[in-house]
C-alpha cells in the first residue's frame, strides 16, 4: 500500500478531485464522507489493502483527512 493508492481510493468513494489537491482536508466537515461512506470506506480498505479496520476502531477526528487516514493505514500494515 502505498500513499496514491489510498488517494486515489479516496477520490473514488468520496466523488471530489479536491482530495489531490488538499489531503488535509477534513473529509466529514466538508461532507465528503458521512457515516454510510464510512462504511463504504472500510469494506474498501479490507478488499484493496486487506487491512482490517473494526468499525469500534474507527474514530472520526482520527480519521477525518487523507493524510490521518494514510497514516492509520500504515500503522496497520
Given at each position: 500500500?502505498?500513499?496514491?493508492?489510498?488517494?486515489?481510493?479516496?477520490?473514488e468513494?468520496?466523488?471530489?478531485d479536491?482530495?489531490?489537491?488538499?489531503?488535509?482536508i477534513?473529509?466529514?466537515?466538508?461532507?465528503?464522507?458521512?457515516?454510510f461512506?464510512?462504511?463504504?470506506?472500510?469494506?474498501?480498505?479490507?478488499?484493496?489493502?486487506?487491512?482490517?479496520?473494526?468499525?469500534?476502531?474507527?474514530?472520526?477526528?482520527?480519521?477525518?483527512?487523507?493524510?490521518?487516514?494514510?497514516?492509520?493505514?500504515?500503522?496497520?500494515?
Amino acid at each position: 500500500m502505498d500513499k496514491q493508492q489510498v488517494i486515489e481510493m479516496l477520490v473514488e468513494l468520496c466523488e471530489d478531485d479536491i482530495i489531490l489537491e488538499n489531503q488535509d482536508i477534513d473529509l466529514f466537515e466538508e461532507g465528503l464522507l458521512d457515516s454510510f461512506g464510512t462504511i463504504n470506506l472500510l469494506v474498501e480498505i479490507e478488499n484493496r489493502f486487506n487491512i482490517s479496520v473494526p468499525i469500534t476502531d474507527f474514530n472520526r477526528e482520527e480519521w477525518n483527512t487523507p493524510n490521518r487516514i494514510v497514516a492509520e493505514l500504515a500503522e496497520r500494515q
